[in-house]
C-alpha cells in the first residue's frame, strides 16, 4: 500500500479508467479478470476492518505504467498495486508475462458484505490438499520444513538462483501417483489460465518441455487451516511461490516468476541481437533497465 511508478485509477478520468481495465482484461483469461479485480476490491474490505485507520487502502491507488509505443516493438506496460503486480512485455521474438504477483487479504473475509469471499482460496485448498495425500514417505522427502518463512522467498531483487536449495528440495513429480501428478498439474495450469488463452498455452508449454523429475513440490509449515504454511512448485524455467502466514494465516501471497524471461529479458536480447546487433543491458533489481 505505497506509492508505484506510474499513473494510478485514481488520477484518471472515467474514460481512461475504462481503458486501463480494458488493457488489463486483454491479457486476462474471464477467471483471471474476475480474480485481479476481486482482489483490488478487497482494499475497501481492508479499509472498514482498519476502520480508516490503518496504511492507504484504495481500489483506485493501482497504476498503470507503459514503456515504448503500443504495438511498436518492443513494448510493454505494468499494473502494480498494493496486491497485485502484472508485467507484459511484447517483442517480435514473443510475449513474456512475468513476473506476475497475486495477493489476498483477507485470504477469507470472515464477515461483512463479502462475507465468504476467497479470491485465491483454490490455490490454499489444492496446495493442502496435495501435501495431505501424501503417502509418509513422500511426505518426509515434501514437508521440508514444519515452520513456514514469513512472505514468499523470490522477492524483487532477487532471483530463483539465489535461493538456496531451491532446486533440490521437496519430492519430484515424478515421485507422485498419478492423481497426485494431476493435483499438481491443476496448481500449475490454473495459475498459468488466469492468462488470456494464448499466453497461457506459451507458458505451460514451457513448464510442459521439462521432464517430471525436474519439477518438484515442496511445503513448510502446518496442514490445518489457520496454521501459516508454505509451498513451491519449481522447474527448470519457472518458480512458483505461494506463501499463506500473516494476519493468523489469512493473508496469501502468490508469484510466478520466469528463470529467463522474467520482464521479457530474454526476449529482448533477442529482439536487440536480431534487430540491432546488440547485447541486452541488464535487469536491474526493481526490473528497470
Same mark, same amino acid.
Given at each position: 500500500p505505497r506509492g508505484h511508478a506510474g499513473l494510478e485509477l485514481l488520477d484518471m478520468?472515467? @474514460?481512461?479508467?475504462? !481503458? @486501463?481495465?480494458t488493457l488489463l482484461r486483454s491479457? &486476462?483469461?474471464?477467471?483471471?479478470? @474476475?480474480?485481479?479485480?476481486? %482482489? %483490488?476490491?478487497?482494499?475497501?474490505?481492508? !479499509?472498514? &476492518?482498519?476502520?480508516g485507520r490503518g496504511p492507504r487502502r484504495d481500489p483506485l491507488g493501482y497504476a498503470f505504467a507503459v514503456f515504448g509505443?503500443?504495438?511498436?516493438?518492443?513494448?510493454?506496460f505494468e499494473v502494480e498495486g498494493h496486491h497485485l503486480s502484472l508485467n507484459l512485455t511484447f517483442t517480435d521474438a514473443g510475449i513474456s508475462a512475468t513476473p506476475r504477483f497475486l495477493g489476498a487479504n483477507p485470504a477469507s473475509v470472515r464477515e461483512g458484505p463479502q462475507q465468504g469471499t476467497r479470491a485465491l482460496g483454490f490455490f490454499e485448498d489444492s496446495g493442502r490438499g496435495l501435501v495431505r495425500s501424501l503417502d509418509d514417505a513422500q511426505r518426509a522427502a515434501a514437508v521440508i520444513s514444519e515452520r513456514a518463512p514469513a512472505d514468499i522467498l523470490a522477492v524483487p531483487g532477487r532471483t530463483p538462483e539465489e535461493i538456496a536449495g531451491l532446486d533440490d528440495s521437496g519430492i519430484a513429480m515424478s515421485s507422485l501417483g498419478e492423481g497426485q501428478r494431476a493435483s499438481l498439474s491443476s496448481l500449475i495450469e490454473r495459475f498459468a489460465r488466469m492468462l488470456r488463452g494464448p499466453l497461457a498455452e506459451a507458458e505451460l508449454a514451457r513448464v510442459m518441455q521439462s521432464p517430471t523429475d525436474s519439477i518438484r513440490f515442496a511445503w513448510m509449515?502446518? &496442514?490445518?487451516?489457520g496454521e501459516g504454511h508454505y509451498y513451491r512448485i519449481v522447474g527448470p524455467t519457472f518458480l512458483i511461490e505461494y506463501d499463506n502466514t500473516q494476519n493468523g494465516a489469512n493473508h496469501i501471497h502468490l508469484v510466478w516468476r520466469d528463470r529467463s524471461r522474467d520482464f521479457?529479458?530474454?526476449? &529482448? @536480447?533477442? !529482439?536487440?541481437?536480431?534487430? !540491432?546487433g546488440q547485447s541486452a543491458p541488464p535487469v536491474e533489481s526493481d526490473g528497470v533497465r
Open positions: 478520468n472515467e @474514460a481512461q479508467r475504462e !481503458h @486501463a481495465m491479457t &486476462l483469461s474471464l477467471e483471471g479478470a @474476475a480474480t485481479v479485480e476481486t %482482489i %483490488i476490491g478487497l482494499e475497501r474490505v481492508l !479499509h472498514e &476492518l482498519e476502520g509505443t503500443p504495438g511498436t516493438s518492443p513494448w510493454g509449515g502446518g &496442514l490445518e487451516p521479457g529479458a530474454d526476449l &529482448l @536480447a533477442a !529482439h536487440l541481437k536480431s534487430r !540491432h
